[in-house]
């Protein structure tokens, strides 16, 4: 395939200049006294010959390869993935480099391959990626270059990129006092594990900080808290059926992710009660789903495009060890409004 490949020679002798004036004009390279006339026939003779530079001379001269790789466990398979990777991958074509990706499905020895394959490309820095926002360990063989870790933390002192939780959950809670929900809020989806085991979950004790905090701040407590042993819909579920036995039952309800809030919307409907009419419900992640329940749910969206492209900017530009938080929009829907001024008592749900 590259046997015909045009190459500086060619274009330096279509254009009737030596090679190293003409490799001076492409590379962009300032005082070559040449004139505007002649940079023109280089341009002009580069075009016409499909001339493409030799990437792996020039990496050879700057000790760069214009590539990136993005190492992840699973998130390339999982649901939110595909924003992390639009993010990164526009944000290495602005600057005119290619993203190697691969993905380890947690498989050691798979990773160290993918690694090493990537490693030799010269490849010029790591975006090491993880499906849940957690502490990992970082391959050894990786920290020699520039690493930036996306939605995930490690014992080194390495930049990384996480979804600001806190702050949204402290949103999440401003946005229910705001709508007059006070001295009956509830939350779903405490979970100890997840909660307390920061290589299984940073997102879930940054969430509750957040929820207490603003309750805190306007002198607010729970009602009551609900654990889970997972956050998926039929724990949410559970929980929201236990928080209608009890009196007096919530106005308003935190759920810790979105699939905890489809469970307790089916569990309030199953009660006969209406969203917000009488009870609001607010969560987090804004999977593709919640726009399309009625009423839509609020909550606060993972940034992963945004968190996809500012690995990509920290690899290539560097950052400070750390830390650097992406804001969580809260996507305002209609699942919260004012406490209902009398509250009815609900449809026993059926057993």
């Known amino acids: 395939m590259g046997r015909n490949r045009a190459t500086l020679a060619d274009v330096a002798r279509l254009a009737g200049l030596s090679k190293t004036a003409a490799s001076m004009v492409l590379n962009g390279r300032e005082g070559t006294r040449l004139s505007a006339e002649a940079h023109q ?22 000790r760069k390869t214009a590539t990136i790789a993005f190492v992840s466990d699973i998130v390339a398979t999982t649901r939110f993935a595909g924003d992390l990777i639009r993010g990164a991958l526009d944000a290495a074509r602005e ?22 394959a990537m490693l030799d490309r010269q ?39 996480l979804p600001d939780d806190e702050q949204a959950a402290v949103a999440l809670v401003e946005a229910l006092l705001a709508h007059g929900h006070r001295d009956r809020i509830a939350l779903i989806g405490r979970n100890r594990l997840k909660e307390g085991d920061p290589e299984v979950s940073i997102a879930a004790p940054a969430r509750l900080r957040g ?66 009419d009488d009870i609001s419900v607010v969560s987090f992640d804004d999977d ?36 650097s938080y992406v804001p969580m929009p809260l996507r305002r829907r209609r699942s919260v409004a004012a406490p209902a001024a009398g509250v009815p008592s609900p449809r026993r749900a059926p057993a």
């Open 95 to 116: 600057r005119d480099h290619v993203l190697l990706i691969t993905e380890t499905q947690g498989d050691a020895a798979f990773e160290r391959y993918a690694i090493e």
């Open 41 to 62: 026939r280089v341009f002009a003779a580069a075009e016409e010959l499909g001339y493409r530079p030799n990437m792996a001379a020039r990496s050879l001269r700057t």
């Open 288 to 323: 593709p789903i919640a726009a399309w329940l009625r009423p839509g749910l609020t909550t606060a969206a993972l940034p992963h495009e945004r968190m996809g492209r500012r690995a990509v900017e920290l690899v290539l530009d560097g950052g400070d060890a750390g830390p």
């Open 123 to 161: 490849v010029d820095g790591v975006v090491y990626a993880a499906m849940a926002t957690r502490r990992l360990t970082v391959p050894p063989a990786i920290l020699g270059g520039p690493v930036v870790l996306l939605n995930a933390v490690s014992p080194e002192e390495l930049p990384c990129v």
């Open 211 to 276: 929820v207490r905090a603003a309750l805190a701040a306007a002198d607010v407590g729970l009602l009551a808290e609900c654990f889970c042993t997972e956050w998926l819909p039929e724990h949410g579920y559970a929980a929201m059926r236990t928080l209608l036995s009890r009196s007096p039952r919530p106005t308003a309800v935190v759920c810790m992710n979105d699939r905890l809030a489809f469970g307790a919307y089916q569990a309030l409907g199953e009660a006969g009660l209406a969203i917000p």
